[in-house]
């Protein structure tokens, strides 16, 4: 059995960034960019006015100057400015080429054609120089970064209306089972319904990446082979079940016998020994346990850097420090995840306190659970207080 540790360098070491695709701004939300984008243009693209007011020459400032004209946004002043004269200016304006500054119309007198100034300010002063936020050819967003919004809008101002991303990685998930219905069919007495296959398709989608649902195999060679065989043209096949020890675990045998390369099958972590891991030719392969909470705390660990790995993201530690808000036992030799609530607590410390039940079948258990206690192979027993690290399991997660 391998650690966890050495299980992701070697799943990660297997998932290469999807290749870039282009998307028009509206579509980008989310994406992570696969080039670096240029400005087209200058923001501003002159010299503009901050604030409403009136542009002149900053040694004027104490004269009563002569109002000849007005430069508002999209209409700029096209005449000069002689000595003794002024203009009035919007914000966003152009400032008139003979002018050095703008005083707020807050501290301007006007009186028919006539204004006058109650401060001295120097040249410059609410001018906007053009190009202050950039200027043409200038890098403003690189390679990798998560377009949210704020980035959409500084490529939309940079005259840039789409962007190469990397394509959303599509994951093939494949349930097996005999017993495993789909959710809303008559049950047979000895069937239960697929919550694995809904739930990884929904936290492929959070991790930004394109679930394909391929379906329910059967427990048998023909089944589970046709199946995998649907898989073709994805960057990630994930499997549930069928992946331990028992007569109907073949999942490894049928991926075998379509080439599979395996790299480890077991993993010293719990819930979830028996994870697989290989490449299909050349398409990675992640076998879940079929157990719903082993699955889905499998997939946590593993399936969200991979996704953050396929779509060009470097890996971020996911672990943040917190205090045990109950006991715990002494661990073995296998890394631990319990499930646990989150509290912040008065002094500002998270508390994760361990729920009573940990059986890895108690679904509904895992999705009221705020967090995962990281418990590391042969940690001593810990009590309340104890500083331990979680993984936060936030709303939408
Ligand atoms: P297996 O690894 O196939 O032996 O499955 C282990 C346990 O997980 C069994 O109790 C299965 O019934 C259950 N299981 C397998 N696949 C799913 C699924 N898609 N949804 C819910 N439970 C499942
Ligand atoms: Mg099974």
Redesign the pocket.
């Known amino acids: 059995m391998i650690t966890v540790e050495v299980a992701l360098e070697r799943v990660l070491a297997g998932c290469k960034p999807t290749t870039p695709e282009m998307v028009a701004l509206p579509a980008a939300l989310d994406r992570v960019l696969a080039e670096d984008v240029t400005a087209r243009v200058a923001h501003p693209p002159m010299d503009v006015s901050a604030m409403d007011g009136y542009a002149l020459r900053a040694a004027e400032i104490s004269q009563s100057l002569t109002i000849i004209g007005e430069s508002a946004a999209g209409r700029p002043f096209d005449g000069t400015i002689a000595p003794g004269q002024a203009v009035r200016i919007f914000t966003g304006a152009a400032i008139p080429p003979d002018a050095d500054t703008v005083v707020m119309q807050e501290d301007s007198a006007r009186d028919g054609a006539q204004v006058t100034f109650s401060v001295t300010q120097p040249a410059g002063k609410h001018i906007r120089p053009m190009g202050l936020d950039f200027s043409p050819g200038q890098i403003m967003l690189t390679v990798g970064t998560v377009l949210g919004p704020r980035q959409i809008g500084l490529a939309a101002a940079m005259n840039v209306p789409w962007l190469s991303v990397r394509r959303r990685p599509r994951v093939a998930i494949l ?3 005999d ?2 219905a789909m959710p809303g069919e008559p049950l047979g007495a000895a069937q ?6 809904p739930a990884l398709a929904a936290l492929v989608s959070v991790l930004g990446g394109e679930p394909v649902q391929l379906g ?1 195999a059967k ?1 048998s060679r023909e089944s589970l082979s046709a199946m995998v065989a649907a898989a073709k043209g994805c960057d990630l096949l994930v499997t ?5 020890v ?1 007569d ?2 073949i999942v490894q045998d049928v991926l075998a016998e379509h080439g599979l390369k395996l790299d480890f099958w077991k993993i010293a972590m719990r819930p979830g020994k ?1 994870l697989m891991f290989g490449a299909l030719k050349h398409v990675p392969v992640l076998g879940l ?4 909470v ?2 889905m705390v499998c997939a946590y660990i593993f399936l969200a850097p991979m996704l953050r790995a396929l779509q060009g993201l470097p890996s971020r530690d996911p672990l943040v420090p917190a205090v045990l808000g109950g006991a715990v036992r002494a661990n073995d030799a296998r890394q631990e995840y319990l499930r646990a609530s989150l509290e912040r607590r008065a002094d500002g410390q998270l508390a994760a306190t361990p729920h009573s039940r940990q059986d890895s ?1 108690v ?1 509904s258990g895992l999705a009221a659970a705020q967090a995962l206690i990281l418990r590391p192979a042969h940690a001593p027993e810990g009590k309340p207080g104890d500083a331990v690290s979680v993984i936060p399991l936030p709303e939408g997660f």
């Open positions: 349930s097996t089972g017993e495993i239960i319904v697929s919550s694995n296959g329910i427990d549930s079940g069928g992946a331990s028992g109907y675990d028996p346990p079929g157990n719903p082993s699955a079948a679904i």
